[in-house]
C-alpha cells in the first residue's frame, strides 16, 4: 500500500514563529488532507489539497503532486496552535477514494 | 457547516462485552468509513461501506467487528466481544464522493 512519511516528527517553537511540516507519499493520490488533532483528540480538518496551493489565515498549504509531497505552513503560531498534525491520502484509481493513510504525525508544541 | 455526530464520546466497557458505536453522517453523504487510533499511535482505516455494503475493510477489521446502516441514518460500528487491545479512538468519516473526509468527534473506547 502507499506510504506516507511525514516530517520533522518534533517541532518546538516559540510564539510567533514560523515553521514549515513535510508530508512525502509513495504513490499517486487523489485526496490529501491536513488535519490537526486536537489535545481532546478531535480530528480538525485543516486542508483538502490533491494539488495545488490553499490559504487559510495564518496557514497554508501546498501538494506538488508530481513529486509527491505536501507541504504545510504555519505563520505566526500560536498556543493554541499546538497538537498534532497529520497528512493523511487517498490513492489515485480503483474505488479507494476514502482509504486514507495517515501519516505519524509530527507534534508540535508552541510556547509562549 | 454539517457535521458528522458520534456517540457515546466515551465508552467503558468489560472485556468480553459487546459494544455499540455510533455515527449520524452528513445527510447527503454516501460513503461511510470507520477509523481507529490507538493511543500514540497514527489513524488507522477498519473499513469503508456504501450503498449497504462492505466496499473494503482492512486486516484489523476481523470477524469480531460489524457494520451496518440499520435505519437509513445512523451508521454502526459493532465490536462481538472486545479485548483489552481493542481500546482506541473510534473515528466515523463520510464523503459525498470524490471529496474530503469529514470526521466526527470520535468514540474513546475503553475495554477493562
Known amino acids: 500500500g502507499i506510504q506516507v512519511e511525514q516530517s520533522p516528527p518534533d517541532l518546538i517553537l516559540q510564539e510567533g514563529a514560523n515553521s514549515t511540516l513535510r508530508c512525502n507519499f509513495s504513490?499517486?493520490?487523489?485526496?490529501l488532507q491536513w488535519f490537526h488533532q486536537n489535545p481532546w483528540g478531535q480530528l480538525i480538518n485543516l486542508f483538502y489539497?490533491?494539488?495545488g496551493t490553499k490559504q487559510n489565515g495564518r496557514l497554508s498549504a501546498t501538494t506538488v503532486a508530481t513529486e509527491r509531497y505536501s507541504l504545510l505552513y504555519i505563520s505566526s503560531s500560536q498556543t493554541t496552535d499546538s497538537g498534532v498534525y497529520f497528512c493523511?491520502?487517498?490513492?489515485?484509481?480503483?474505488?479507494?477514494?476514502?482509504?486514507?493513510?495517515f501519516g505519524q504525525g509530527t507534534i508540535l508544541t508552541v510556547h509562549p | 457547516e454539517p457535521e458528522v455526530t458520534q456517540t457515546p464520546s466515551h465508552q467503558v466497557t468489560q472485556m468480553g462485552q459487546e459494544v455499540i458505536l455510533r455515527c449520524v453522517p452528513i445527510?447527503?453523504?454516501?460513503?461511510f468509513y470507520w477509523y481507529r487510533q490507538i493511543l500514540g499511535q497514527k489513524v488507522e482505516f477498519l473499513v469503508s461501506?456504501?450503498?449497504?455494503?462492505?466496499?473494503?475493510k482492512s486486516e484489523i477489521f476481523d470477524d469480531q467487528f460489524s457494520v451496518e446502516r440499520p435505519d437509513g441514518s445512523n451508521f454502526t460500528l459493532k465490536i462481538r466481544s472486545t479485548k483489552l487491545e481493542d481500546s482506541a479512538m473510534y473515528f466515523c468519516?463520510?464523503?459525498?464522493?470524490?471529496?474530503?473526509?469529514?470526521f466526527g468527534n470520535g468514540t474513546r473506547l475503553t475495554v477493562t
Open positions: 493523511a491520502v487517498g490513492p489515485a484509481g480503483g474505488t479507494s477514494y476514502g482509504k486514507l493513510t
Open positions: 504513490d499517486s493520490v487523489n485526496n
Open positions: 489539497i490533491p494539488s
Open positions: 445527510s447527503n453523504h454516501l460513503y
Open positions: 461501506f456504501y450503498n449497504n455494503e462492505i466496499s473494503e
Open positions: 468519516a463520510t464523503q459525498d464522493g470524490n471529496s474530503p473526509l469529514h
